[in-house]
Nanobody, 124 residues
Framework: QVQLVESGGGLVQAGGSLRLSCAAS????????AGWFRQAPGKEREFVAA????????YYADSVKGRFTISRDNARNTLYLQMNSLKPEDTAVYYC?????????????????WGQGTQVTVSS
């Protein structure tokens, strides 16, 4: 079992930045691929970014490429999402997820472990 707790959400103006954190506990976090998803009101949950267990490779949705950066610190059991140049359409609840299989994090919304989410609101 892996427990995930997100933090760092909030209200920011368009063009601003936020950094989300996801603290992991339980089994060895470094054994898992991890990622970020988001869900806006009335919309389905969508993939944002993912990273391999080692942190050596990252994947991004086209909508955030060049603006968001995913990273991890396995020594601290923490996953990060640096979000720059935020837009109102980035407004959503952001969730971190983890799975032993990278494909589950990159290609599906069916990862084994999920956090409770943190709200990000970008005002225009």
């Amino acid at each position: 079992q892996v427990q995930l707790v997100e933090s760092g959400g909030g209200l920011v103006q368009a063009g601003g930045s936020l950094r989300l954190s996801c603290a992991a506990s339980g089994r060895t976090f470094s054994s898992y691929a991890a990622g970020w998803f988001r869900q806006a009101p009335g919309k389905e949950r969508e993939f944002v970014a993912a990273i391999t267990w080692s942190g050596g490779r990252a994947y991004y949705a086209d909508s955030v490429k060049g603006r968001f950066t995913i990273s991890r610190d396995n020594a601290r059991n923490t996953l990060y999402l640096q979000m720059n140049s935020l837009k109102p359409e980035d407004t959503a609840v952001y969730y971190c997820a983890a799975d032993e299989a990278l494909v589950m994090v990159v290609s599906t919304t069916s990862s084994s472990y999920w956090g409770q989410g943190t709200q990000v609101t970008v005002s225009s």
